[in-house]
């Protein structure tokens, strides 16, 4: 998945830590996004940066905050890390201009996180 | 979002080919219909994309039906590499709706030797 860079690959915290996820992308693209994957489920949307100095919430914002600090990279934050937020987390970039249905997003290899 | 029906799992032998289903009646006509696979271990990746017609690209074809109601992704010559899950997903295409892809449980590919 090579435009799109994710660290840390994997991550362990107790309940009640924080800690930042960060995203970096090589290919110009304007629209950013943060995704959650519990096992055997699809990808649920977290947030999303549309262009740089923009964001927005996807379906399940709740007990994370997101920095779209530059045009390449896309930060996500947990402030006080909860059992339940133990999944996989990918970022992914869309080039959008034109029609947006008509864009593919590209993923990163994700960060997996547990929280003890 | 309209919603998509795939079923849980698929097999298929090595080096034949293998039509993946995807049903989505509920369709609208500012749909594309988006293939995606996700190998073990890794993010999702980009397969194909159409809107009405039929597509081909250099990793798969995508029959898509005449009404719209149904899709089938086709891998021409299955390999093990191809065993992953396979998302088809509906993605609005008007400007106030790119955000969302509205991920299901997918198909698991599985390819026998």
């Known amino acids: 998945n090579a435009g799109v860079t994710q660290t840390p690959k994997f991550q362990v915290l107790k309940t009640g830590q924080s800690m930042t996820l960060q995203c970096a992308q090589d290919?110009?693209?304007?629209?950013m996004y943060w995704y959650r994957q519990d096992p055997g489920m699809g990808l649920r949307l977290i947030y999303y940066?549309?262009?740089?100095?923009?964001?927005d919430k996807g379906e399940v914002p709740n007990g994370y905050n997101v920095s779209r600090l530059n045009k390449r990279e896309f930060s996500l934050r947990l402030e006080s890390a909860a059992p339940s937020q133990t999944s996989v987390y990918f970022c992914?970039?869309?080039?959008?201009?034109?029609?947006?249905?008509?864009?593919?997003?590209?993923f990163g290899d994700g960060t997996r996180l547990s929280i003890l | 979002d309209a919603k998509t029906t795939q079923p849980n799992s698929m097999e298929s032998n090595e080096e034949e080919p293998v039509h993946l289903p995807c049903n989505h009646s509920t369709i609208s006509g500012t749909d594309y219909i988006h293939w995606y696979r996700q190998l073990p271990s890794q993010g999702p990746e980009y397969v194909i994309h159409g809107l009405t017609s039929n597509v081909n690209n250099r990793m798969a074809s995508l029959a898509i039906a005449e009404d719209r109601k149904s899709s089938t992704l086709i891998l021409h010559r299955a390999t093990l590499r191809d065993a992953a899950v396979y998302y088809c997903?509906?993605?609005?295409?008007?400007?106030?709706?790119?955000?969302?892809?509205?991920w299901g449980a997918g198909t698991k590919l599985i390819i026998k030797p």
């Open positions: 290919m110009n693209h304007n629209s």
């Open positions: 940066s549309a262009s740089e100095g923009t964001t």
């Open positions: 997903i509906l993605r609005d295409y008007r400007l106030d709706s790119n955000y969302q892809l509205i």
């Open positions: 992914a970039i869309q080039h959008s201009t034109g029609l947006y249905g008509n864009q593919p997003q590209h």
